[in-house]
């Protein structure tokens, strides 16, 4: 059965520390994404890549970092730069690149919850 | 910047009544407005996609509406069920990026 996996489902870090959140996808998509979800927000692009040993910035990549060098795989780092990192992190992924990626739809994990304290 | 506003407060409706759910956008002409729905805990599921071109999209009990004049999307649940009960999110399409709304929280009650 295809579909991405987070891993974690929860994860608990002390401030200070980097840590590594999993995304795995067995779905053969080209594009993979790593959206941050914060209550009565919507979600928020950190890193997508594209096609592997690739990837670009969204709107909130500070403090974030991601590498992309399997197709399947697409890890996010939260590093201690990250001023606020306790949410909801969320990974992607679709089929399309390009123009194509208009059309094609998310396909989500369900996520890694991240409480830093 | 783009702005996607969706009801923040919850939408409580019987079963078997019409639920409608409204995304309203400015800044932006998205070619694609695609509908996700969300459980607690999970991650969004995708729904149904209109493109700009398109007034309306059904899928069984789901209808979708994208007006570009008027900046709006409408989002029907036709004979809702306690089991429609979850956050529905908008999105728009944008090259290699989807902005999405906050949601709105559907309560269906038996």
């Known amino acids: 059965d295809g579909g991405i996996t987070q891993s974690p489902k929860y994860l608990f870090r002390k401030e200070g520390q980097n840590v590594t959140l999993s995304c795995e996808q067995n779905l053969n998509h080209d594009a993979m994404y790593w959206y941050r979800q914060d209550p009565g927000q919507g979600l928020r692009l950190i890193y997508y890549s594209q096609i592997v040993n690739d990837f670009q910035k969204g709107d909130i990549a500070e403090g974030y970092s991601v590498s992309r060098e399997k197709k399947e795989s697409f890890p996010l780092t939260v590093t201690s730069a990250q001023k606020n990192p306790t949410a909801f992190y969320l990974c992607?992924?679709?089929?399309?690149?390009?123009?194509?990626?208009?059309?094609?739809?998310?396909?989500f994990g369900n996520g890694t919850r991240l409480t830093v304290t | 910047s783009q702005k996607i506003e969706q009801n923040s407060e919850a939408l409580n409706i019987q079963e078997g009544k019409t639920a409608t759910l409204t995304c309203n956008y400015t800044n932006y002409s998205p070619a694609y407005l695609q509908w996700y729905r969300q459980d607690p805990g999970r991650g969004p599921v995708f729904l149904l996609l209109?493109?700009?071109?398109?007034k309306e999209k059904r899928k069984e009990r789901l209808k979708v509406t994208f007006d570009t004049t008027l900046k709006q999307s409408l989002f029907h649940i036709t004979a809702s069920q306690p089991a429609d009960s979850a956050t529905y999110l908008c999105a728009l399409g944008g090259f290699n990026k989807f902005y999405f709304g906050s949601g709105t929280k559907l309560n269906v009650k038996p």
């Open positions: 992607a992924s679709s089929i399309g690149t390009g123009r194509s990626s208009y059309n094609s739809p998310l396909h």
């Open positions: 209109i493109r700009e071109n398109e």
